[in-house]
T-cell receptor
């Protein structure tokens, strides 16, 4: 158990819909990262937050957004979903030492 | 540029040693990581090495770092069928934030 909690574990939704994925980082970790893993794209970095502020942006689509709340949990919002958004979405957190721990992921299937 | 490369597949016999290789491009890396992903599961941190170290051993795992060649390897001794998974190499850099770059992953198949 990495200490990073993600919900839901599995989600099936229709095209055009919007979903929210939730992440609770390890206790004390201020940084939260979101990654997307798909068969054809591999592991793609989406976005990073540090103590509530956006720190880095990767290959995140404009239809996607994220935020980190004062209690340090984070949410990834995916809207106007397309079939190609079907993927495994990982949240990770890191402490000041920089070691990054991943959650189990949220499987999103868009039908 | 920033890039981490790995061979995509490796097949070994049970009981043999596995060596998974990785090359990276950024010499300012601070940490280098190995993650393991079993089918249907998340990424599990296996081990990591500081960039000022050459080697780290942890039970069946040995990590070797050649900074000159920017080459990282993971050796798994006495490979078992339970070691079958995808292994990701990653490097992190201290900029204004912790930036982590992952390789594409090496799929290790262990033949009984």
């Amino acid at each position: 158990d990495s200490g990073v909690t993600q919900t839901p574990k599995h989600l099936i939704t229709a095209t055009g819909q919007r979903v929210t994925l939730r992440c609770s980082p390890r206790s004390g970790d201020l940084s939260v990262y979101w990654y997307q893993q798909s068969l054809d794209q591999g592991l793609q970095f989406l976005i990073q937050y540090y103590n509530g502020e956006e720190r880095a942006k990767g290959n995140i689509l404009e239809r996607f957004s994220a935020q980190q709340f004062p209690d340090l949990h984070s949410e990834l919002n995916l809207s106007s979903l397309e079939l190609g958004d079907s993927a495994l979405y990982f949240c990770a957190s890191s402490s000041r030492t920089g070691t990054i721990y991943f959650g189990e992921g949220s499987w999103l299937t868009v039908v | 540029g920033e890039d981490v490369e790995q061979s995509l597949f490796l097949s070994v016999r049970e009981g043999d040693s596995s060596v998974i290789n990785c090359t990276y491009t950024d010499s300012s890396s601070t940490y280098l990581y190995w993650y393991k992903q079993e089918p249907g599961a998340g990424l599990q941190l296996l081990t990591y090495i500081f960039s000022n170290m050459d080697m780290k051993q942890d039970q069946r795992l040995t990590v070797l770092l050649n900074k000159k060649d920017k080459h990282l390897s993971l050796r798994i001794a006495d490979t078992q069928t339970g070691d079958s998974a995808i292994y990701f190499c990653a490097e992190s850099m201290k900029t204004s934030y912790d930036k982590v770059i992952f390789g594409p992953g090496t799929s290790l198949s262990v033949i009984p």
